[in-house]
């Protein structure tokens, strides 16, 4: 008796095929920022820091489960996992973010200038891996679509991230703004990952909206996952200081619903300074004006509603049953 299918097969091939992309370098004298790219992708460095490939997993599962070869959509994983690179470079040295996954981030270790470069240039491997679908059978219009795809969701995660920058100088945000930023910084590009896998397998339009729609709302779970992670997470699992969502005062959703609902939280926030031994007390008061419970029932209803899309796009298994584990997963990291 075989056991149920693993995500390590499509991981595997995922590694192999983003090395590929990038790091296409042959000239010796760019091999400092083939170093940089090298290790902000986990490759290198003192200790690895790979990032889980959660978006590149979907876009060959979501091919695999409209029906196409999973293989054939390696380079639009590729390049989905280039983009989310280049937008976390942008965001470390936007944020002034000293570490990532346990490590100095590239802007703190190589300096701002070359961290700005670097992440340009995984920029441009992204869309330059996408020409590589051609050579795996991909029709030109599909191509097109496919660009089209990631584009969109490039500008989709920029403008989430203004409004993310934007929201720190306001004193009040809405919920329904964080739901613009959300729907832009983070779940554009997960949706796009879907959408992506979907047309390289030919997928009729009705499975590409529905798998679109999953990405969407898998997305919007996965930033409140994250949210609640930025305050409440274990520093092991997250790779950053314990609470740093409030050390760092961002809008996050516990965070708004907090300053909505509880005094004591308003009063602490409004300190000149958060210092972490303010920490238990902004978190308590934040669970006692039921702002964590909320953010997770808001993230399940997400996830609900992605499995819901998901069943709308007919997926084939095994990667149906891959792409519904996975979703569980997301919602549950950290707890």
């Not at 996965?222 to 961002?250: C, H, Y």
Request: with cysteine; glycine share 8%; net charge negative.
């Amino acid at each position: 008796m075989t056991g149920a299918p693993s995500f390590e097969p499509y991981l595997e091939a995922i590694e192999t095929d983003l090395r590929r992309a990038a790091l296409p370098f042959d000239a010796p004298a760019y091999e400092p920022m083939a170093q940089m790219i090298a290790y902000h992708l986990g490759w290198a460095g003192e200790t690895t820091g790979r990032g889980k490939r959660i978006r590149p997993l979907l876009t060959v599962l979501a091919c695999q489960a409209c029906g196409g070869q999973w293989p054939s959509a390696l380079p639009a994983a590729s390049a989905v996992e280039l983009i989310h690179n280049f937008s976390l470079v942008h965001d470390d040295i936007e944020d002034r973010s000293e570490t990532r996954r346990g490590r100095p981030t590239l802007w703190s270790r190589w300096g701002l200038p070359q961290a700005l470069n670097t992440g340009d240039a995984l920029f441009a491997l992204a869309h330059l891996s996408l020409h590589r679908l051609s050579a795996l059978g991909t029709p030109p219009g599909v191509l097109v679509e496919v660009q089209h795809e990631l584009t969109s969701a490039c500008l989709g995660l920029t403008c989430g991230q203004h409004l993310d920058m934007a929201f720190e100088s306001l004193a009040a945000v809405s919920t329904d703004a964080y739901a613009m930023m959300v729907g832009g910084k983070t779940a554009a590009l997960i949706a796009a990952a879907a959408a992506m896998g979907a047309r390289v397998a030919g997928a009729p339009a009705p499975r590409i909206e529905a798998m679109t729609e999953f990405g969407r709302q898998l997305g919007l779970a996965f930033q409140m996952q994250d949210d609640i992670l930025g305050i409440w997470g274990d520093p092991a699992v997250t790779g950053k200081p314990a609470g740093d969502d409030l050390l760092s005062r961002n809008k996050s959703l516990p965070t708004l619903l907090g300053l909505d609902r509880s005094p004591p939280f308003r009063d602490l926030w409004a300190a000149e300074r958060i210092e972490p031994s303010a920490l238990a007390a902004m978190r308590l008061a934040l669970e006692d004006c039921g702002a964590h419970a909320a953010t997770l029932e808001s993230a399940q209803s997400a996830t609900a509603q992605a499995l819901h899309s998901l069943d709308l796009s007919q997926p084939e298994e095994p990667a149906a049953g891959l792409l519904r584990d996975l979703s569980l997963q997301l919602v549950g990291r950290g707890r």
